[in-house]
């Protein structure tokens, strides 16, 4: 019974590159969360997004970034024309559930982005 | 909007002694509050959250905490700390879809 798988687990980036990250949710949970977490800060929400949905991206930078979770795969964050400002930890989550907030979301081990 | 304060950077403890993490909140309507723990190079693990019910909540690893309407708190408990239990806790609110995260506090239980 996998939990929330997120790949890669570390990511290197030079400037101007392109970052992928990947999230596959809990089996049967169509609700996905990206967060991002930078040194010595808590988790600031970014996406909220259901199958074929974004519900909610106010967490969002306006550009470079983009969220999607399509029909079939994985959920897929990216992020184009990285800069030195973007290292961070990206963490996913999932719920079985939307209207979140009193069901506990699964996440994933986080996928750390280094952009030199 | 909601917003979580974790007023402490770091707690330390003693091994053996109660151990105890802060945690006030700001949310519209009936608050959802939830407490995670984040270990070095991992994703958060859920502890436990308050919904509605019983203002103390029991949840993993001998964890508690405290649901206190009148003070907006929700402080995270355990008896006795472990080594074990060294760590980054989250405090959550839950609200509108999101949930709001505190700063995090480092807990460094001393053997």
């Known amino acids: 019974n996998a939990g929330v798988m997120q790949n890669p687990r570390h990511l290197v980036r030079r400037r101007g590159q392109e970052a992928r990250l990947r999230c596959s949710p809990v089996?049967?949970?169509?609700?996905v969360y990206w967060y991002r977490q930078l040194p010595e800060e808590g988790l600031k929400f970014m996406v909220y997004l259901q199958k074929e949905n974004i519900i909610d991206e106010s967490g969002m930078p306006k550009e470079r970034f983009s969220a999607e979770f399509p029909k079939e795969g994985p959920s897929i964050l990216r992020i184009q024309q990285v800069v030195r400002g973007d290292s961070a930890a990206y963490f996913c989550?999932?719920?079985?559930?939307?209207?979140?907030?009193?069901?506990?979301?699964?996440f994933g081990p986080g996928t750390r982005l280094t952009v030199t | 909007a909601q917003s979580v304060a974790q007023p402490e950077d770091q707690v330390n403890v003693a091994e053996g002694n109660p151990l105890t993490v802060k945690c006030t909140y700001s949310v519209s309507g009936n608050p959802y509050l939830f407490w995670y723990v984040q270990y070095p190079n991992r994703g958060l693990q859920f502890l436990l959250k308050?919904?509605?019910?019983?203002?103390l909540v029991k949840g993993s690893y001998g964890f508690e905490a405290e649901f206190n309407k009148s003070q907006t708190s929700f402080h995270l408990k355990k008896p006795s700390a472990l080594v074990s239990d060294s760590a980054l806790y989250f405090c959550v609110a839950g609200g509108n879809n999101r949930l709001a995260f505190g700063k995090g506090n480092q807990v460094v239980v001393i053997p």
């Open positions: 989550a999932s719920s079985p559930v939307g209207q979140l907030s009193s069901y506990e979301q699964y």
């Open positions: 089996k049967g949970h169509s609700h």
């Open positions: 308050y919904i509605t019910g019983d203002n």
